[in-house]
């Protein structure tokens, strides 16, 4: 009996110390911490499953996709030439809770700016474009969002600005929430429903991989995508900012831009 309560006591302790953590990682004032320290590390929140943006690769051992590349730089811009990039993975629902609880430092994660988020976080500027889009195996006949009846069935992920909005763009429509954009995709390809939605250039990343799928009809909504610092950062905000401003201006935008989307699509946000 003894034992079992010092095993509860030391779960409780524990979790004491885990939250006492998390709550301090909150609070801290990551500008500071990232200059107090010789050789800072920054945390970010990524995809892990998104082919183009942030996607494991099994065989090197590591993330790679435009989002990794950018946090990689702005990492070095904001703490120098020892700063180290630790990713952590998110998913479009967990990515706030994650980064309120001080998990990580920020999230650069296929993550829509809006309204409602702004409430519960602070963004960077825009630093990629992208919009909703529908992707249907080749031989369907949806054509777009106003194909959508009450007979199709729209798979989605959970948190994602695409579940929502679906919903608005095809109210008569089911849709299927899954958990990530694998299992989505997964659930396409096994029949549980008609059509996948997110953003284009999410879909355009599975279809490269993935033959036998295009896009139907345009896309249906703007998603401007931000990096997502928790609210009370302003400092380090101002230098996630700072540093994409320079990256545009001498180039490195650019060229990390066409390495994932080729050379002959220009970003709008890079004039
Ligand atoms: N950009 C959209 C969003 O922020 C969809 C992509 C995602 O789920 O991350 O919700």
């Not at 409780?12 to 801290?28: G, P, R, V």
């Not at 946090?71 to 706030?96: D, L, M």
């Not at 089911?174 to 299992?183: G, K, P, Q, R, T």
């Not at 997110?198 to 033959?211: S, W």
């Amino acid at each position: 009996m003894k034992k079992l309560w010092r095993i509860v006591a030391l779960v409780a302790f524990a979790f004491l110390a885990t939250a006492c953590t998390s709550s301090a990682a909150s609070q801290q004032d990551i500008a500071e911490r990232i200059d107090s320290e010789a050789y800072p590390v920054i945390t970010w929140g990524v995809k892990v499953d998104t082919n183009l943006f942030g996607k494991y690769n099994i065989a090197e051992n590591r993330i790679e996709g435009f989002d990794i590349d950018m946090a990689k730089e702005i990492t070095n811009r904001v703490g120098g030439e020892n700063a180290e990039a630790e990713f952590v993975e998110v998913t479009s629902k967990t990515r706030i809770p994650l980064l309120k609880n001080g998990n990580v430092d920020a999230l650069i994660a296929t993550m829509t700016i809006t309204e409602d988020r702004l409430k519960q976080v602070d963004f960077s500027q825009v630093y990629f474009d992208a919009g909703q889009a529908l992707m249907v195996p080749e031989d369907s006949d949806i054509e777009g969002v106003e194909s959508l009846t009450s007979e199709h069935t729209v798979l989605a992920v959970k948190g994602s600005t695409s579940a929502q909005r679906i919903k608005e763009a095809a109210p008569d429509a089911n849709v299927l929430e899954l958990e990530n954009y694998a299992e989505a995709f997964t659930a396409l390809k096994s029949g549980q429903g008609d059509t996948m939605t997110t953003d284009n250039a999410i879909l355009l990343g599975i279809m490269e991989q993935n033959p036998g799928y295009k896009i139907a009809g345009s896309t249906f909504t703007n998603e401007p995508y931000g990096i997502a610092i928790n609210k009370g950062q302003d400092a380090f905000l101002n230098e996630v900012n700072q540093a994409i401003d320079d990256m545009v201006a001498d180039g490195t935008y650019q060229e990390i831009y066409a390495k994932w989307f080729g050379d002959d699509t220009e970003s709008s946000i890079a004039e």
